[in-house]
């Protein structure tokens, strides 16, 4: 069998008529450097905090001069407002996606649910960044998150109201207080799990039991209880006229 093309360079392929193909490796295409640099100050702002993170530390960790960093972003502050921005833009592609696909049913508070906690899953940084930025800098966050959870919250907020109308959701729910509390246990949940994971054991095995407890807590906090399934073990009870 013939060995693919390998290198980084396009290479030709000579056809039967003597006509060439351009043939690409399979070389996977890397992160261009303002993106390795957003990744970088995501990390280190993440983990230190916006006030503790020098673009030096920055430039270290990209392996790039800090004047390369410059050439790109101004200054720490518009390289700090492109990392959010980046962060916020996925909910901004990804709700109305969600929310057009799913109607106004069951699956689309478990469809905003799961990209929810999947997105800060994938890269546990983005959530301990959120959490940063609440503590650290409350002011401008508090306006951020009002443009991307405000539509959120009034998407799944119409759906819970409609089955609390119709007595498939609990009377009880405060709705937008529910919201938020979902996404902060969300939050803190991926943003802590590699500290407080250890109790349920290392590994996806105690991530995955934050994720279903997570789960069966918001939707057992929703869900009228006569309308959740019973997965226990059935009772027989006894016929009528029946002595045990």
Known sequence: MRSLPT??????????????LRVTTATPVEKSTPAQIRAAAMELFANRGFEATTLQAVADVVGISKQ???HHFKSKEELHDAVLLELLAHWQRTLPLLLVSTGATKRRFEAVFSELVAFFEQNPARARLVLRELLDRPEATRRTLGDVIGPWMQAIGAYIR???ERGVHRADVDVEAYLLEVFQLAL???ATANVTGV?????????????????RIAHTSLVSPRHVPHTGPSRATPKEGHRS
């Open 7 to 20: 290198g980084k360079d396009c290479l030709h392929e000579r056809l039967p008529s003597g006509k060439t």
């Open 162 to 164: 409609i089955g609390q």
């Open 68 to 70: 390369a960093i410059l």
């Open 188 to 190: 803190v949940n991926v």
């Open 199 to 215: 109790v349920l054991g290392d590994g996806l095995a105690g991530r995955d039991r934050f994720t279903r407890e997570l789960a």
